[in-house]
Nanobody, 119 residues
Framework: QVQLVESGGGLVQAGGSLRLSCAAS????????MGWYRQAPGKQRELVAV???????NYADSVKGRFTISRDNAKITVYLQMNSLKPEDTAVYYC?????????????WGQGTQVTVSS
């Protein structure tokens, strides 16, 4: 029932910027957190940034100071503003949502959006 739709990925040159968006829809009673993960070819998926229901944020050291996560609670949407992009940021970026429903926690994922940063 819960769906996450990402947008905003693309091809940019090093030093450029992109803003990713993730809109959630469906029956969500309580959102614990929303965040962004990324996975480059041959590497494991890693947490990029997360924002909790209380508004606190955490970032991977590799993106701290360059990326900013934010949210629009009314739209159940999370954003990732990416500045000063580097080639090593190239990856598929996935939106993640953790929700509590019917006494259980559920982990939802978007389909992923490709971000490619050229040298």
């Amino acid at each position: 029932q819960v769906q996450l739709v990402e947008s905003g990925g693309g091809l940019v040159q090093a030093g450029g910027s992109l803003r990713l968006s993730c809109a959630a829809s469906g029956s969500i009673f309580s959102i614990d957190a929303m965040g962004w993960y990324r996975q480059a070819p041959g590497k494991q998926r890693e947490l990029v940034a997360v924002i909790s229901s209380g508004g606190s944020t955490n970032y991977a050291d590799s993106v701290k100071g360059r990326f900013t996560i934010s949210r629009d609670n009314a739209k159940i949407t999370v954003y990732l503003q990416m500045n000063s992009l580097k080639p090593e940021d190239t990856a598929v970026y996935y939106c993640n949502l953790i929700a509590s429903m019917w006494g259980s926690k559920y982990d939802y994922w978007g389909q992923g959006t490709q971000v490619t940063v050229s040298s």
